[in-house]
């Protein structure tokens, strides 16, 4: 199964791809998609584009988009709803079921501890994603939140078998 987690930014878009197979984990790709200043319209359309084009690229089987929540800019967080909109309409166009996660939820699936470092998740996906290189703070985040898809559709996966065994 191919994830594919994003970390939603109107300037910075981190995305991450992932390989599972079983419990094991392959880095596929990461990058961060930059929109410039100016109007949000051609911001949000560039943003669009350039995720248009990783899911194109790398065919992910299902997605996940980490949650936003309010901070002190009422502006700053209504552009950043827009740009998360563009997150979750991206993949949901290519046919995706798409996941979301607070970010303490993707902190506690990566790291053990739901108010972790930028540093500390940076460190545990290196860990789990032996070799990888990574594109950036955006881009190490989207990575985490994949990580976290994929453990939680595991655990899922699991549950339904549990529960196929136990009505046996």
């Known amino acids: 199964m191919r994830v594919l987690g994003i970390d939603p930014g109107l300037?910075?878009?981190?995305w991450g791809v992932i390989d599972v197979q079983g419990s094991r984990l392959t880095h596929v790709a990461n990058g961060v998609c930059h929109s410039e200043t100016g109007d949000l319209a051609p911001r949000l359309l560039?943003?669009?584009?350039?995720?248009?084009?990783?899911?194109?690229?790398?065919?992910?089987?299902?997605?996940?988009?980490?949650?936003t929540f309010v901070n002190k800019d009422g502006v700053a967080t209504l552009k950043l709803?827009?740009?998360?909109?563009?997150?979750?309409?991206?993949?949901?166009?290519a046919g995706l079921e798409i996941g979301e996660y607070a970010p303490n939820a993707v902190k506690k699936t990566v790291v053990g501890v739901g108010h972790a470092a930028k540093v500390q998740v940076d460190h545990m996906v290196r860990l789990q994603?032996?070799?990888?290189?990574?594109?950036?703070p955006d881009a190490a985040d989207?990575?985490?939140?994949?990580?976290?898809?994929?453990h939680h559709l595991q655990s899922a996966g699991r549950l339904v078998e549990a529960l196929a065994r136990a009505a046996r």
Not at 11 to 14: A, T
Not at 142 to 150: F, G, N, S
């Open 142 to 150: 989207a990575l985490a939140v994949a990580i976290c898809h994929a």
């Open 129 to 136: 994603l032996p070799g990888v290189v990574i594109a950036g």
């Open 11 to 14: 300037r910075n878009m981190g």
């Open 81 to 93: 709803g827009q740009a998360r909109g563009i997150a979750l309409l991206v993949p949901a166009q």
């Open 46 to 67: 560039s943003l669009h584009s350039q995720l248009s084009e990783v899911v194109r690229t790398y065919a992910p089987d299902t997605a996940a988009v980490e949650l």
